[in-house]
């Protein structure tokens, strides 16, 4: 992997420092002047070998930062705004800088002062340019991956990680500890490779196995099993921070987020190339399209949380609505780079990364991959054959479409207005067909007790808008024998104005002279002549009567502009009076779309249409139109026949209404993506294109045209991902399957390879195992195979003192690791010694919870479950993630938040844990079924107890164990001691 190109960076450092490079001022010369002052006082303490709170003075972008307080140590041109001046001057003890040793002199600060009021000057060499951006770069993680030289064998080794290993441990004075029993082997093999215990008969053939290769078997039994995706899934949940909820004020649910569960077990037990793993979900629907994996991978970019009051209450236009989708895009881009490379690239977003070679417009490169997309459900069929036959009829459905619409237009040119108000009215009727009456009348005023009180109600469109037409719906009211056209005016005029005191108006229609007849429910329309305004009113100069009063009363009133677009959908009311009584009457009620249906029979009005057409442009036009229309017809209703959609929730080009649009409105353009200086939305910089970070040999802009589309950008990041040349993506993987083998990575920051993450222990055999993946097939399953069949792996976790000593934390592996199982583990482990576990796998998720106000911001009841439901007994990997409350039970335990990037778990103990596995409502209802189970296997306690510990632990209990556990089991009954076992530490840890 080469640097990044010299001239480049000096071209960024100079813009973003333009002090840099010129001549001094005023007599101040940087080098023989200031230097020398930061090199006698301060650089010992804040340069290249130590930065201590974070700062470094040996640089002017480092200076120009402060380190790690937010206030810089170098402000051009603000003496008062320096930290360094105000250090330096300071009297106090606590605060002067340097703290030990002579304070400056006065003479020194002057020229600091004076340096710092001509702007700070501090011209870089061509050489220090050089040197920053080699320290910058001379990082492990960016350098290419070059194969290692295999340390020499020996008779422990098995494989050749455990040269590698051996080597290690010699130079630190340290050997591996002995081979761990069978009985611990093959339960600490189980556990890792499919989460679940292993029943007692299989312990004792693989104890009784004489086969050389038996462990070997057993490793590919177990790699073979359906079980084995279910629980590596888990895993890669975690770290792609996989929920079931939107997060945020209103955490309403997903319920189409399982297919991208469902689609990483099936790709892990399929052992699918990581490659391909990797660009399913970053562009699965564009590199792979017709297939099921392309669709369903997609839940990689929308499984994080999404703010539903910004995206689906707040337009995008607003300040509120931009900061929710920056942050929409920060995380697929955060998601994105943490997951596959191991970078925290999201700090690049309001300035340079302060650590790593990562520019700020790489981060926005990256954000403008995915510019186009949101987080929405798409249908999809998961036969492969519907797909197709599915998208051949949409695309003859589209063309017969186009040329309805060439007919209709001609006909429109020939015969104008006249078919144009048909067809208006034709909408109508087909949308009142089949439509029943609403409790949701509409607008109704307050009562009158003449009827020349005049009232008027009017909308608010918003904004100034042209109207074609405005449309007025009676209502329906049983009251007193009135029905249809309850409440419309006698007398009425509808104007428009641009301020809502309607002090200038524009005349629509004027019935205020004669009585207008009972319309029923007969929409009226009333052509509105291309006038323009904001606000729409309707007032009544002689009301209708109701009972010995008099009242008016609309059921909807829609604003049409020339493309058919009702402008008053969803429009604010205001009105003289209302008698608000909802759910029936509301002035809201006026512009929500529900009225009673028309009275217009669609039949006849279809009957007018043609005779129409028929006397204007002739039979044979219109003919060829029939003849589309029922060719259009068949096609639709071999569509119906075809079986219904699956719906998955992807990142995806979203077409909607309301204000969550999405792009589809655009065709799927991406949104402009500008560099936001500090983040601000509210300043946008300029517009950058899609691309990835320039520091990698790779290519990083990608070669695409200004106006790529959406598709595009994610192919090219995801080949660009998973580039052979890409070191970060092959180690970030091996690193993380490590890690659930020994409970810690070679690299202990599994999402940060960076300047602020964890150097690997063995860096050597990091590259190894990154090559080896990344050149054999890409397989998960023989690197899973490869490290549980060393010798390393196969070590005993007994501790020896001698080495504790030496390597407290066992980064050397002079032992394996005691691990805590995790939460979902522990809970199938529950269930399967209990004889309640359900193996059945896939589909929508179990819920263990009640939702409460699920139609506003849903409330997850967690003791309102039973947790005697059969369906909540499947395996952990299919429960309901919730994000605002988390599982009682499985939040003592350790399980992960699905707000954030969980590279690795928490791995607490506490008293809540023991309380919890004691007392939750699970462990007793499990308890109970627990001892329903081995009440069979005996009929004594003794007997019982012992093959209680055959199912939970694989042994036999000691003399001392199966005597203390009788007199409890005689005592306080069979169902309290399987709690107590279910208790124990040999439970949920693993040797």
């Known amino acids: 992997m080469s640097l990044l190109n010299l001239t480049t960076a000096c071209s960024i450092?100079?813009?973003?420092?333009?002090?840099?490079?010129?001549?001094?001022?005023?007599?101040?010369?940087?080098?023989?002047?200031?230097?020398?002052?930061?090199?006698?006082?301060?650089?010992?303490?804040?340069?290249?070998?130590?930065?201590?709170?974070?700062?470094?003075?040996?640089?002017?972008?480092?200076?120009?930062?402060?380190?790690?307080?937010?206030?810089?140590?170098?402000?051009?041109?603000?003496?008062?705004?320096?930290?360094?001046?105000?250090?330096?001057?300071?009297?106090?003890?606590?605060?002067?800088?340097?703290?030990?040793?002579?304070?400056?002199?006065?003479?020194?600060?002057?020229?600091?002062?004076?340096?710092?009021?001509?702007?700070?000057?501090?011209?870089?060499?061509?050489?220090d340019k050089k040197k920053e951006e080699l320290r910058r770069m001379d990082h492990w993680a960016w350098k290419s991956m070059q194969k290692p030289v295999l340390p020499p064998k020996s008779d422990w080794a098995r494989n050749e990680i455990d040269r590698f290993i051996e080597a290690k441990l010699k130079t630190e004075k340290l050997n591996a500890s002995k081979e761990a029993d069978r009985r611990t082997l093959i339960r600490r093999l189980y556990f890792d490779l499919v989460g679940l215990p292993p029943k007692p008969e299989e312990i004792e053939a693989f104890l009784k196995d004489g086969d050389p290769r038996a462990y070997e078997k057993l490793v590919d039994k177990l790699l073979a099993s359906p079980q084995y995706g279910e629980r590596w899934a888990r895993h890669w949940l975690d770290v792609v921070h996989f929920g079931e909820t939107h997060g945020y004020d209103k955490d309403k649910p997903r319920p189409n987020a399982w297919p991208y569960r469902d689609y990483v077990i099936r790709s892990l037990n399929q052992d699918k190339p990581y490659g391909r793993f990797v660009q399913e979900q970053i562009a699965g629907d564009v590199l792979f399209p017709g297939t099921v994996d392309g669709i369903e991978a997609l839940g990689f970019i929308s499984a994080g949380p999404w703010d539903f009051i910004g995206h689906a209450e707040l337009p995008e236009d607003k300040i509120d609505g931009k900061v929710a989708r920056h942050l929409d895009r920060d995380d697929m881009v955060a998601n994105t780079m943490s997951s596959f490379m191991s970078l925290t690239v999201h700090c690049a977003q309001c300035h340079n990364h302060k650590f790593d070679p990562i520019l700020q417009e790489d981060y926005y490169r990256l954000q403008a991959v995915f510019a186009a997309l949101d987080r929405a459900d798409q249908a999809y069929d998961a036969d492969p054959r519907v797909a197709r036959q599915r998208s051949e009829l949409q695309k003859r459905e589209g063309e017969l479409a186009q040329e309805l619409k060439t007919w209709s237009n001609l006909l429109l040119q020939k015969i104008g207005k006249p078919l144009a108000d048909l067809d208006a009215r034709l909408i109508q009727a087909t949308k009142a067909n089949g439509k029943s009456l609403r409790p949701e009348y509409g607008y109704h005023s307050q009562l009158a007790s003449e009827p020349s009180s005049v009232k008027w109600v009017q909308i608010d469109l918003r904004?100034?808008?042209?109207?074609?037409?405005?449309?007025?719906?009676?209502?329906?009211?049983?009251?007193?024998?009135?029905?249809?056209?309850?409440?419309?005016?006698?007398r009425f005029r509808v104007e428009l104005a641009n301020e809502p005191e309607f002090k200038n108006k524009l005349l629509i229609a004027d019935q205020t002279v004669s009585d207008f007849q009972n319309p029923g429910l007969k929409p009226v329309r009333l052509p509105a002549g291309n006038k323009a305004g904001r606000y729409l009113r309707i007032t009544a100069t002689k009301l209708a009567l109701r009972q010995g009063d008099y009242n008016f009363a609309l059921a909807e009133v829609e604003a049409v502009d020339a493309l058919g677009k009702n402008l008053a959908a969803k429009a604010p009311v205001t009105a003289l009076d209302s008698i608000e009584a909802p759910t029936r009457w509301a002035k809201a009620n006026l512009t929500d779309g529900i009225y009673p249906p028309s009275s217009e029979s669609a039949v006849d009005l279809r009957a007018e249409r043609e005779k129409l057409i028929r006397d204007k442009a002739g039979q044979e036009i219109l003919e060829s139109g029939q003849l589309i229309e029922k060719k259009q017809a068949a096609i639709r209703i071999q569509i119906k026949a075809l079986p219904p959609q699956q719906r998955a929730y992807i990142g995806c080009v979203y077409s909607g209404s309301g204000t969550f649009v999405g792009t589809g409105a655009s065709g799927g353009l991406p949104r402009a993506i500008h560099i936001?200086?500090?983040?601000?939305?509210?300043?946008?910089?300029?517009?950058?294109?899609?691309?990835?970070?320039?520091?990698?040999?790779?290519?990083?802009?990608?070669?695409?045209?200004?106006?790529?589309?959406?598709?595009?950008?994610?192919?090219?990041?995801?080949?660009?991902?998973?580039?052979?040349?890409?070191?970060?993506?092959?180690?970030?993987?091996?690193?993380?399957?490590?890690?659930?083998?020994?409970?810690?990575?070679?690299?202990?920051?599994?999402?940060?390879?960076?300047?602020?993450?964890?150097?690997?222990?063995?860096?050597?055999?990091l590259d190894y195992l990154a090559i080896q993946f990344r050149d054999n097939g890409q397989s998960i399953k023989e690197l899973h195979r490869l490290i549980v069949n060393s010798a390393t792996y196969r070590q005993s976790s007994e501790s020896r003192p001698e080495f504790e000593k030496r390597d407290a934390d066992n980064r050397y592996l002079w032992r394996q690791n005691r691990r805590k199982l995790e939460a979902e583990a522990i809970r199938d482990a529950i269930l399967f010694v209990s004889g309640q576990l359900?193996?059945?796998?896939?589909?929508?998720?179990?819920?263990?919870?009640?939702?409460?106000?699920?139609?506003?911001?849903?409330?997850?009841?967690?003791?309102?479950?039973d947790p005697e439901?059969?369906?909540?007994?499947?395996?952990?990997?299919?429960?309901?993630?919730?994000?605002?409350?988390?599982?009682?039970?499985?939040?003592?335990?350790?399980?992960?938040?699905?707000?954030?990037?969980?590279?690795?778990?928490?791995?607490?103990?506490?008293?809540?844990?023991?309380?919890?596995?004691?007392?939750?409502?699970?462990?007793?209802?499990?308890?109970?079924?627990?001892?329903?189970?081995?009440?069979?296997?005996?009929?004594?306690?003794?007997?019982?107890?012992?093959?209680?510990?055959?199912?939970?632990?694989?042994?036999?209990?000691?003399?001392?164990?199966?005597?203390?556990?009788?007199?409890?089991?005689?005592?306080?009954?069979?169902?309290?001691t399987c709690r107590v076992i279910l208790n124990l530490n040999e439970f949920i840890f693993v040797d």
């Open 676 to 765: 936001l200086p500090r983040g601000d939305v509210t300043k946008p910089g300029k517009i950058v294109g899609a691309g990835a970070i320039s520091a990698f040999s790779l290519s990083s802009s990608f070669d695409l045209p200004p106006q790529s589309n959406e598709s595009d950008r994610r192919a090219a990041l995801a080949k660009w991902l998973t580039d052979k040349e890409n070191p970060l993506v092959w180690r970030s993987i091996a690193n993380r399957v490590w890690q659930y083998h020994f409970g810690k990575g070679l690299v202990d920051s599994p999402n940060d390879f960076g300047r602020m993450g964890q150097t690997p222990t063995h860096p050597e055999l």
């Open 869 to 976: 439901d059969p369906k909540s007994h499947r395996r952990s990997v299919y429960r309901f993630v919730v994000r605002s409350k988390s599982q009682p039970f499985m939040a003592a335990l350790d399980c992960a938040d699905p707000a954030l990037s969980v590279d690795k778990r928490n791995q607490t103990l506490s008293p809540q844990q023991a309380l919890a596995l004691l007392n939750n409502r699970l462990s007793l209802v499990m308890a109970k079924h627990f001892a329903d189970r081995i009440e069979k296997q005996g009929d004594t306690f003794p007997k019982r107890i012992d093959a209680a510990y055959q199912m939970a632990f694989g042994r036999t209990p000691t003399e001392t164990e199966r005597v203390e556990l009788t007199k409890y089991a005689e005592k306080y009954g069979l169902a309290n």
């Open 463 to 490: 904004t100034v808008v042209t109207l074609d037409r405005v449309i007025l719906y009676p209502c329906y009211d049983d009251f007193n024998g009135i029905g249809a056209g309850f409440g419309f005016p006698v």
């Open 838 to 865: 359900d193996f059945s796998m896939g589909g929508p998720s179990f819920q263990d919870f009640v939702i409460e106000k699920p139609e506003h911001s849903p409330h997850y009841e967690y003791q309102l479950y």
């Open 13 to 127: 450092w100079i813009l973003l420092y333009p002090s840099l490079g010129m001549a001094s001022e005023q007599g101040i010369d940087f080098d023989s002047q200031i230097r020398p002052i930061l090199k006698q006082h301060c650089i010992s303490c804040h340069g290249p070998e130590k930065q201590k709170g974070g700062l470094r003075l040996d640089n002017p972008v480092d200076a120009r930062r402060g380190g790690d307080s937010e206030l810089p140590a170098v402000l051009p041109k603000n003496v008062e705004g320096s930290q360094l001046l105000v250090r330096v001057k300071s009297k106090e003890a606590d605060t002067r800088m340097p703290p030990d040793g002579k304070a400056l002199e006065e003479k020194q600060i002057a020229l600091l002062r004076q340096w710092i009021a001509n702007g700070a000057l501090w011209p870089v060499s061509e050489e």
